[in-house]
């Protein structure tokens, strides 16, 4: 699976940090956006490369990437969570607490889950993984059909889609099951 790392650790072969990313002709990028025009509404950088890759297990585990290149400059990578007509899967969970701290009848607050994975979550002090994220939506993932995921090092863009017909939750319970699969036949040859 293509990954922003991947064309990180690339473009940095015998390059030094600032240099502009190498661009794709302006035919392939403009074709891109015609197949997937909503990638504007969440992209508003510019556009020099653009891929497209099906969705791998290994994406659930992803973390973003961003690297410091000056202390006021910061290049970072966005993932968005996209269902079928590109917008961003949007969840909301209940939480309940009381009223008056520890008294009072119980209050139900909504809270947003946004699909859009950040960089590092200042609440919790961690980085959230795809997979964090797509469990955090709970029914809402099985509307995910597509991961769009911008580098504004790179400057490059990759959609990641899920295969036709089967939701996210599906697809990880599927990938979950080849898994058990494979590591009962590294067992079972052990023996």
Same mark, same amino acid.
């Given at each position: ?54 969705? #791998? ?5 992803? %973390? /973003?990437? =961003? ?10 990578? @966005? ?59 709970? #029914? ?5 059909? %597509? /991961?769009? =995921? ?10 990641? @889609? ?30």
């Amino acid at each position: 699976m293509l990954t922003q790392k991947d064309l990180y650790e690339k473009q940095q072969h015998g390059t030094r940090v600032g240099m502009d990313p190498v661009p794709m002709p302006p035919t392939k990028v403009q074709a891109f956006l015609e197949e997937f025009p909503w990638i504007r509404k969440h992209v508003n950088e510019p556009i020099a490369q653009v891929y497209v890759s099906r969705v #791998e297990s290994s994406i659930l585990n992803y %973390f /973003l990437h =961003s690297i410091d290149i000056e202390m006021f400059s910061r290049m970072w990578e @966005k993932i968005t969570l996209l269902n079928e007509k590109g917008e961003e899967v949007i969840g909301e969970i209940k939480k309940w607490r009381k009223k008056f701290f520890f008294w009072g009848p119980p209050v139900a607050r909504i809270k947003r889950i946004s699909g859009t994975i950040p960089h590092h979550d200042f609440r919790t002090g961690y980085t959230p993984s795809v997979g964090t994220i797509t469990e955090r939506l709970g #029914e809402k993932a099985d509307s995910v059909r %597509f /991961l769009l =995921s911008y580098y504004s090092y790179t400057q490059a863009v990759i959609v990641y @889609k899920l295969p036709k017909g089967i939701s996210m939750r599906q697809w990880i319970k599927n990938e979950t099951e080849l898994e058990k699969a494979r590591l009962r036949g590294e067992v079972d040859s052990i023996n």
